[in-house]
């Protein structure tokens, strides 16, 4: 089977930066896309940033210019520096990976989540 562990959440102050990680293990054969998304409280779940196995990335406008997605195949990791915080983007943040399995089945697996605050 596949997990996903994310890590880097935490606090910090409007204006400063996070590196999120999320790394996959397991019965992989190949990982296609990887996405992050975000839930705040009360708000629904939406798609943050996504990259293709071959690196074209994509942004919701929110974000655009501050965050950036990136891979490592090797390690089957992917990244999201987080720069220019805002107290809007405060939310729970998943990472999520279009996996083909060994016993080549594809599915989507998800991280559990890490929290990320920002204070104003």
């Known amino acids: 089977q596949v997990q996903l562990v994310e890590s880097g959440g935490g606090l910090v102050q409007a204006g400063g930066s996070l590196r999120l990680s999320c790394a996959a293990s397991?019965?992989?054969?190949?990982?296609?896309?990887m996405r992050w998304y975000r839930q705040a409280p009360g708000k629904q779940r939406e798609l943050v940033a996504d990259?293709?196995?071959?690196?074209?990335?994509n942004y919701t406008d929110s974000v655009k210019g501050r965050f950036t997605i990136s891979r490592d195949n090797a390690k089957n990791t992917v990244y999201l520096q987080m720069n220019n915080l805002k107290p809007e983007d405060t939310a729970v943040y998943y990472c999520?990976?279009?996996?083909?399995?060994?016993?080549?089945?594809?599915?989507?697996?998800w991280g559990q989540g890490t929290q990320v605050t920002v204070s104003s």
């Open positions: 990259i293709t196995s071959g690196g074209i990335t």
């Open positions: 397991g019965s992989i054969f190949r990982i296609n896309g």
């Open positions: 999520n990976a279009d996996v083909l399995t060994l016993v080549l089945r594809r599915s989507d697996y």
